[in-house]
């Protein structure tokens, strides 16, 4: 079970740091990534990272500001949002990789290959 956090309204300019957590601890054997899905449009690759945290992955519109790392002394991951636009209002889900999807899947991270999924966190970017 994925417990994502974070959310809220902010300003246009402004930052959130989203948390990605598991119940079971256990995000650590996974590639973890987050998918956002705006009202009326389809679910988005964000973000991905490795299970080392060695290999990340950004879509185009939030390369430069968007950082996803993770720490695994806390067992989180989680989604530095900067310089937010209005764009970029919609639900974030963090989610799993299928177990030893790696690199490959970090590249081009896809909803088909993701066996869990948080309830999401609402991001609204408004003045």
């Known amino acids: 079970q994925l417990v994502e956090s974070g959310g809220g309204l902010v300003q246009p300019g402004g930052s959130l740091r989203l948390s990605c957590a598991s119940s079971?601890?256990?995000?650590?054997?996974?590639?973890i990534g987050w998918f956002r899905q705006a009202p009326g449009k389809e679910h988005e690759a964000v973000s991905a990272?490795?299970?080392?945290?060695?290999?990340?992955y950004y879509t185009n519109s939030v390369k430069g500001r968007f950082t996803i790392s993770r720490d695994k002394a806390k067992k989180t991951v989680y989604l530095q949002m900067s310089s937010l636009k209005p764009e970029d209002t919609a639900v974030y889900h963090c989610?799993?990789?299928?177990?030893?999807?790696?690199?490959?899947?970090?590249?081009?991270?896809?909803?088909?290959?993701?066996?869990?999924w948080g309830q999401g966190t609402q991001v609204t970017v408004s003045s």
């Open positions: 989610a799993t990789a299928r177990p030893g999807y790696g690199v490959d899947w970090v590249g081009n991270p896809s909803l088909a290959d993701v066996v869990s």
């Open positions: 079971g601890g256990l995000l650590d054997y996974y590639a």
């Open positions: 990272i490795s299970r080392s945290g060695g290999s990340t």
